[in-house]
């Protein structure tokens, strides 16, 4: 026993050495290198024939090409840099510079070597939000199209979100994962408490007579949904936790998601060159919007050269006039360019929309903020409709009327309940912009 123990710390202790003495050969030590070639080498594994042998120029040499390699893989990086940053600043020249939507956006549309787009989910959570409606959303996004791609969520609340709350979306997230939480990127934030209240310039009297005399519409007689469309429609994309991002897929609790999205819908958007996509349309109620229009003209008139050439007036307008038609794309969907609203031609827009009053004395939302913004401060190609989705919130849907994408989509709707073209929709008046063809059956619907 004593024997074999023996052996074996002589074993341990010879292979100990050897070890110690190739590697101060491979550092170069001349002395150890002579007595290793000379008594360890011929006993080493054959593997390790090349370290022990390994001369000084040798190691000079390996040195010198993985110098070269470095400085070659540095110079070809920096040449596309500098290519890439000749090409965007030609383009943002194309585009009548930085002051234009247009031209502001310009470096979001470079595809870096093939890198995922800048995006994330964006949900906001406030006080009469249910637990129960936002996790349903998640499941319906994540099952539908994220649990493919893994884009990061960024959940907005109107003051702080809790533990409890948090714990259950990171289940919800888990879950969508099938366990696997290394897929998962959650960001929580809080909307400052300033964002969401008076501005200082409105008069509050008059902000609380709106509220009763225009009770009978929906929401009309309340403040917190008068906040919320402040925060939506001028600074949720001002948060910090967006920085990092250029693009945006707004999440509202209580959708729901009819057609599985077999591609990335952010990549599409961002090789296409498109800024803004949506899935429903419709006419809001005129007392809602009063006056807005009037402001939008005279802004129109104090900058001319923020409205766009060959821009989407047409879709808010009636046909062959200049008289609003209340046209909006509903906020509840939403796939845009976080950089449109950063740029300095949408954020003068809103700083002059916003101090008319006209969210707090009427009741302007989001929705028509962003699409009168988008609409003239765009070229209408700039805007997208999306057929192929399928989406339903509150008492409106999208289906697919088209039975090639319901069919290749696997879309779980009743088309005979799409809304694109009924009555109050503003979908049919998109199309006819456009030119584009409808789909079968158009108006074969109730």
């Known amino acids: ?6 052996k074996k710390i002589a074993r341990f ?5 050897v070890f110690v ?28 024939y090349p370290i022990a042998k390994l001369s000084v120029e040798e190691q000079r040499r390996i040195q010198q090409e993985e110098e070269e390699a470095e400085l070659k893989q540095s110079l070809e990086e920096a040449a596309i840099r500098n290519a890439t940053n000749s090409a965007i600043k030609e383009k943002i020249k194309s585009y009548g510079g930085n002051e234009t939507t247009l031209g502001f956006m310009v470096p979001s549309y470079i595809n870096h070597r093939g890198s995922p787009p800048k995006a994330c989910f964006v949900s906001l959570i406030t006080e009469q939000d249910s637990m129960t409606q936002i996790l349903q959303s998640i499941d319906e996004v994540q099952d539908k199209f994220n649990k493919d791609f893994a884009y990061p969520w960024v959940f907005i609340g109107q003051g702080k979100i809790d533990e409890t709350k948090k714990e259950m979306i990171y289940q919800a997230m888990t879950d969508s994962m099938n366990g696997n939480s290394e897929l998962i990127d959650i960001k929580f934030a809080e909307i400052p408490a300033d964002e969401w209240a008076y501005p200082e310039w409105i008069d509050q009297n008059r902000a609380a007579d ?3 005399a225009l009770a009978k519409i929906p929401d009309g007689d309340s403040r917190a949904v008068r906040y919320k469309a402040r925060y939506l429609a001028g600074f949720f994309w001002r948060h ?10 707004r999440v509202d609790p209580g959708i729901k998601l009819y057609c599985d999205i077999g591609y990335d819908l952010f990549r599409w958007m961002q090789d296409t060159g498109k800024v803004f996509g949506f899935t429903l349309s419709r006419s809001e109620d005129k007392e809602a919007n009063d006056k807005i229009w009037d402001t939008t003209k005279k802004f129109g008139k104090d900058f001319p050269k923020l409205i766009s050439e060959n821009n989407f007036k047409a879709f808010i307008t009636e046909k062959d006039s200049d008289n609003f038609n209340n046209c909006e794309f509903s906020s509840n969907f939403e796939i845009g360019n976080l950089n449109f609203y950063r740029s300095p031609a949408y954020r003068k827009f809103f700083e002059y929309i916003d101090k008319e009053g006209g969210i707090f004395y009427w009741k302007w939302t989001e929705s028509i903020i962003h699409t009168i913004g988008l609409s003239m401060l765009l070229p209408k190609d700039k805007i997208h409709f999306f057929d192929n989705i399928g989406f339903h919130y509150g008492k409106y849907s999208n289906c697919p009327l088209n039975d090639d994408i319901w ?3 696997n879309c779980d709707c009743d088309q005979g309940n799409d809304f694109t073209f009924r009555k109050g929709s503003c979908g049919g008046h998109y199309y006819d912009i456009l030119k584009r063809d409808k789909p079968e059956g158009w108006d074969h619907l109730p």
């Open 1 to 6: 026993m004593h024997i074999l123990l023996s």
């Open 13 to 17: 202790l010879l292979i100990s050495v």
């Open 21 to 48: 003495f190739a590697l101060m050969v491979t550092l170069n030590h001349p002395r150890t290198k002579q007595i290793s070639e000379q008594y360890l080498t011929p006993y080493l594994p054959t593997s390790l």
């Open 210 to 212: 709106s509220l009763i």
């Open 240 to 249: 910090p936790i967006l920085d990092e991002f250029d693009w945006y897929w």
């Open 407 to 409: 069919n290749k989509y």
